[in-house]
Structure formats: structure tokens, C-alpha cells
């Protein structure tokens, strides 16, 4: 989203994005201090913000879903209340944007640990078929967007904002 904003114009932006980007983050950090989830540290890197617990410290699969979920629901409350307000587009569309991205069934986004945890509650499936699955997803989910980069490249020339997300993609796979 960061490269969205970049490549698309103003300085500010760019400064909105990591706005609602730490929002978006907020909202998983609500969700784990609801639950009295410990956080072990928190650190900012080129891909975003990771948040990590001490290791082996895992709460059940149904809050483990809701505190994947929460940062998406954050940043997409967040693009429904600047609808309705009089503020510029792009700060409905950038959360819009960060809480769809998200939402992808891809291993390093909040989707892919949702559909994992949720595979794993729901299906009563073991961790390991949880995981093929989800792997699987995460692949079809960057052939699908490398083929539609290609194709918008063919029609409208090189983006950068959607080469960063494929690339972004395929590190995850």
C-alpha cells in the first residue's frame, strides 16, 4: 500500500498510508489485549509491522481468527466512516485497500492465519493439512495477481504498486 500511495502522487499520501497502516495494526493489538495475549515485541520492517508473542505462546484457534481479523475490520470501519464523511477519497480507499490486501488467503497476511486458525477449528483438520492448504491458496493467490499484473502491464504500461505487491506476494509463498 505504501508503493500504492507513493507511485500515485503526493507526499501525503504516502504519510496517510502509515497512518491507517499503524491503525490497522492497533486493531490486532486490541484484539490480543482483550484476550491477554502477551506481546513479546513489536518490530517495524521494510514489509510492515510484526508483531511477536513469546515462543510457543498460542491462545485457541477462534480468538487466534478473531485477532487476525481485527486489523482488517479496523481499516475496513475505517474506509466505511470516511465514506460518509467529507474528506478526501483516498482515505476511504486506502483503508479499503489495506483491509481487502489483508484479507487475501495468503500465508503472511491476516486472511491466510484466519483460513488457517479457521481450518483448524472448524474442519477440525490437522495442523499440517491446515498448513498445505493455506499454502496452496497463498500460490494460487500470487499466480492470480502476477497474471493480472501482466495483464495490466500489457494494457497500461509498468506499475510499480503492483509489481512491489507481487514481488510482496511471492516472498510469503
Known sequence: MAALCFASGPAWRFG????FAAAHELGH??????FHTRVNRICLTAA??????????????????AIALAGPA????????FWLLPLPPEACYINLGFGLFNLLPVRQLDGGRALYFFLCLCTRMREAAA????????LLCL???????????????????????????????
Open 74 to 81: 479496523v481499516s475496513l470501519s475505517l474506509a466505511g466512516l
Open 143 to 173: 499466480f492470480l495477481a502476477a497474471g493480472g499484473a501482466a495483464l495490466l502491464c500489457l494494457r497500461q504500461g509498468f506499475s510499480l504498486s503492483l509489481a512491489v505487491a507481487v514481488l510482496y506476494l511471492a516472498a510469503g509463498c
Open 29 to 34: 493489538l486490541a484484539a490480543m489485549a482483550a
Open 131 to 138: 498448513n498445505k492448504i493455506v499454502t496452496a491458496a497463498s
Open 48 to 65: 510492515g509491522m510484526r508483531i511477536e508473542r513469546p515462543p510457543g505462546l498460542r491462545t485457541n484457534f477462534a480468538r487466534e481468527i
Open 16 to 19: 496517510m498510508a502509515l497512518l
